[in-house]
């Protein structure tokens, strides 16, 4: 058979290229959320209504990004399994960075009426269906350029983007909010939209020097006539059903960078820079404290560790919205800091190597995909919207959104137990191990011969970088 030798595995350029665009999404992310809690319900909803009813749409339309991410899963997760990685992180990229600077460029209420919302609402929805696809692709991308042992520790950085896109956004927002109303609500709100560009142009220059994992090349040289979601579903639909409920406790991060945001300053009227100042200083530990969990994750395990952040998370949103009802920054600061750059961190970690080797390399952009986008889209629909509800329509009550924590904690926690530990196998070892005899069997009948019986081999030795 003719050898094809295949590029070097690149782990810590495809760590920062998938960090970059984690840094792009949670930008994106924050910035709306943050806009939606501070200026976004008084600009594009009648100033008639009720603060907390104008809170509760704006919310609601934040929500729509994250109702679509399911369809979009299911064209991006099959896209990245078939035409690679890269592929989808390149799709991705612009269109999450399009539509936020478009987002900037929209008129107001005041301006063109009902249509303003109605807007905004279909570049959510473009948004959306681009970020469905944004960190299960760069997720197995870095997964795949790994070293065997380092996994965990190199697939955290997909997920460090979180906290360095909250950050990003609070340095750009902090002295926004501290604008002049009639400059704000004009021109300033637009500005962290339209900065969103500068990253994009960035992430560009990183990604596009990485190449697809030599373990994605390899298998491109064996067709398989089965398609990558047709398989998923067919054999790995309990691993879907389990990242889905798994996923569910992100919900506690929306409600602490979106809900608590407009609880502290609408319900309580805290002074908004200081609120925002929460945030920053737990994004800014998180940083810190993301590379710090992952490590862990290939020492004692990504169940191990996935468990201890999602009971700890869940556990501290209690007295962190109950802070806030003090109006003791102290106690916010402190209990904001526990939640989210301790324990949020720690499940922000683990969660790209527990999720993603949970498949098998033929379909885990398209099972990871389907799975967090499906638990993504229902904790970031409901899990601001609900905890907005349950605080009553003058945003003081601090139980009921607590409760809704507590159900992701306990629904994520739960799931978690039936999973397998899969830190000590190789990535060759888990395609065995995550498919069944059945699945074999499939995957070996609808096996085409190579032509001329070329086929790919392992990676040159060596990791670069």
Not at 8 to 36: C, H, M, N, Q
Request: aromatic share 10%.
């Amino acid at each position: 058979m003719t050898q094809i030798a295949l590029p070097r595995k690149t782990p810590a350029r495809a760590a920062v290229a998938a960090w970059i665009g984690t840094t792009l999404e949670y930008y994106d992310f924050a910035v709306y959320g943050t806009s939606s809690a501070l200026i976004l319900n008084v600009l594009f909803f009648s100033p008639e209504l009720p603060e907390g009813i104008s809170v509760l749409l704006a919310m609601i339309t934040f929500a729509v990004g994250y109702a679509v991410r399911p369809l979009g899963s299911l064209i991006l997760g099959p896209m990245g399994d078939r035409f690679g990685r890269k592929f989808v992180m390149m799709i991705t990229l612009f269109g999450i960075g399009g539509c936020t600077f478009l987002i900037g460029c929209l008129p107001t209420y005041a301006q063109i009426g009902a249509v303003a919302p109605i807007l905004l609402v279909l570049i959510r929805v473009i948004q959306g269906l681009c970020l469905s696809g944004e960190q299960p692709s760069a997720i197995t991308m870095s997964l795949e350029h790994a070293s065997e042992r380092r996994r965990g520790f190199i697939t955290s950085f997909t997920t460090l983007g979180s906290a360095s896109g909250t950050l990003l956004t609070l340095l750009v927002f902090i002295p926004i909010a501290s604008m002049p109303s009639a400059q704000l609500l004009t021109w300033g709100w637009r500005l962290p939209f339209w900065f969103s560009a500068i990253v994009v142009v960035v992430a560009y220059l990183i990604r596009r020097h990485v190449q697809e994992p030599p373990e994605f090349l390899e298998t491109q040289s064996i067709k398989v006539n089965i398609a990558p979601l047709s398989q998923l579903l067919r054999f790995h639909w309990r691993a879907v059903a389990r990242i889905i409920f798994c996923a569910l406790i992100a919900g506690t991060s929306y409600m602490m960078q979106t809900f608590s945001v407009a609880f502290g300053t609408a319900g309580y009227k805290l002074d908004k820079p200081t609120m925002l100042l929460t945030t920053t200083v737990s994004a800014l530990i998180a940083l810190g404290i993301t590379p710090i969990a992952g490590y862990l994750t290939d020492k004692i395990g990504r169940k191990t560790v996935f468990l201890i952040g999602t009971v700890g998370v869940g556990i501290t949103m209690v007295p962190y919205l109950w802070s806030i009802t003090t109006s003791n920054w102290a106690l916010i600061f402190l209990f904001g800091i526990v939640n989210y750059s301790f324990f949020y961190s720690t499940v922000n970690a683990s969660w790209p190597s527990f999720f993603a080797e949970m498949f098998p390399g033929r379909v885990r952009v398209s099972g990871l995909a389907l799975g967090t986008q499906i638990g993504f889209a229902i904790s970031g629909a409901v899990g601001p919207v609900l905890a907005t509800a349950l605080s009553g329509a003058d945003l003081k009550g601090w139980v009921g959104p607590s409760l809704v924590a507590i159900g992701f904690m306990v629904f994520a926690g739960v799931s978690a137990l039936t999973a397998k530990e899969t830190r000590t196998y190789t990535l060759k070892e888990l395609d065995e191990v995550q498919q069944s005899e059945p699945e074999k069997a499939a995957v070996t009948a609808a096996t085409a011969v190579p032509p001329n019986g070329v086929r790919g081999l392992a990676a040159q030795p060596g990791v670069a970088e």
